[in-house]
């Protein structure tokens, strides 16, 4: 009987500062467990490209090139296997589709979510993703973040 094989980590990121920690430590999980690692960045019709919203089919590759920048962390970190895919859709779907389609292990996000009422905390992706996700998925929350009602101490 061979070794069972392990999923994918499936980390979603958007540029943004917890994305960056989700990617880390989404890397860092996938070295440990020994599973590949995907990077998926969702494309909708628009791009947020330096402060500006550009039509996506105009800028595929700086698109590309952003993600690229953005994944140097891993590099930093020494994890330089790994792949990147530019999925078309909304932020859910994209990951969701891409964890379901690859079999994931286990699906890392960052939490966004800075409402003041407990249930906004979470951050609309993150929680959609954790609703409908068929794997287990990771939240990681912001560095600094205010703990609150029912957040673990630590």
Same mark, same amino acid.
């Given at each position: 009987?061979?070794?069972?094989?392990?999923?994918?980590?499936?980390?979603?990121?958007?540029?943004?500062?917890?994305?960056?920690?989700?990617?880390?430590?989404?890397?860092?999980?996938?070295?440990?467990?020994?599973?590949?690692?995907?990077?998926?960045?969702?494309?909708?019709?628009?791009?947020?490209?330096?402060?500006?919203?550009?039509?996506?089919?105009?800028?595929?590759?700086?698109?590309?090139?952003?993600? %690229?920048?953005?994944?140097? !962390?891993?590099? @930093? &970190?020494?994890?330089?296997?790994?792949?990147? /895919?530019?999925?078309? +859709?909304?932020?859910?779907? %994209?990951?969701?589709?891409? !964890?379901?389609? @690859? &079999?994931?292990?286990?699906?890392?996000?960052? /939490?966004?979510?800075? +409402?003041?009422?407990?249930?906004?905390?979470?951050?609309?992706?993150?929680?959609?993703?954790?609703?409908?996700?068929?794997?287990?998925?990771?939240?990681?929350?912001?560095?600094?973040?205010?703990?609150?009602?029912?957040?673990?101490?630590?």
């Amino acid at each position: 009987m061979g070794v069972p094989r392990v999923g994918p980590v499936v980390v979603g990121i958007d540029g943004s500062a917890n994305a960056q920690r989700a990617l880390i430590l989404a890397g860092q999980h996938a070295r440990a467990i020994g599973a590949p690692l995907i990077v998926v960045h969702a494309i909708g019709l628009t791009e947020l490209i330096d402060g500006e919203h550009v039509a996506t089919h105009d800028h595929q590759q700086e698109i590309s090139e952003h993600v %690229a920048t953005w994944c140097e !962390a891993l590099h @930093d &970190d020494g994890l330089d296997d790994f792949e990147v /895919r530019l999925v078309h +859709g909304p932020p859910v779907d %994209a990951v969701l589709r891409t !964890a379901h389609d @690859d &079999d994931a292990s286990v699906i890392v996000v960052g /939490r966004r979510g800075a +409402g003041n009422r407990a249930e906004l905390r979470l951050g609309s992706t993150a929680h959609q993703i954790v609703e409908h996700s068929r794997c287990p998925v990771l939240v990681i929350p912001p560095i600094g973040h205010s703990k609150g009602v029912g957040d673990a101490a630590g």
